[in-house]
């Protein structure tokens, strides 16, 4: 699932809609990072999800999947990894910067 700013700004509305006193609702910019952590932390990001089919666009930590390649995202790791699985079934740990979701 792609977290576009407009699902964010409906996110907040709602929030804030939900909350009876003013002073508990966070600013947007504060409910957006909130949300942004609290989906990096469930395995979400922007873009990338269990199951989402990536190109290889780059290598910066030592995987050795090739560029163009396609593989699928299987799991978030710590540190900002995403295990990834190649169609010959090799997996190595990719960042979001070293690949694009197709």
């Given at each position: ?16 809609d ?9 600013s947007k ?7 942004k952590?609290a ?13 989402v089919k990536v190109?290889?666009?780059?290598c ?5 999947f ?20 190649g ?6 740990y ?6 694009n979701?197709?």
């Open positions: 699932m792609k977290i576009t700013e407009e699902i964010k700004d409906e996110l907040f509305i709602e929030f804030c939900m909350e009876a006193n003013e002073e508990m609702c966070l910019d504060a409910f957006k990072e909130a949300i952590k989906l990096i932390l469930c395995g979400v990001s922007k873009s990338f999800a269990s199951g190109q290889i666009v780059d910066f930590k030592g995987h050795e090739g560029i163009g390649e396609i593989v699928e995202i299987v799991a978030f790791f710590e540190d900002n990894l995403w295990l990834a699985k169609l010959d079934g090799k997996k190595w990719i960042r979001e910067e070293e690949a979701v197709c």
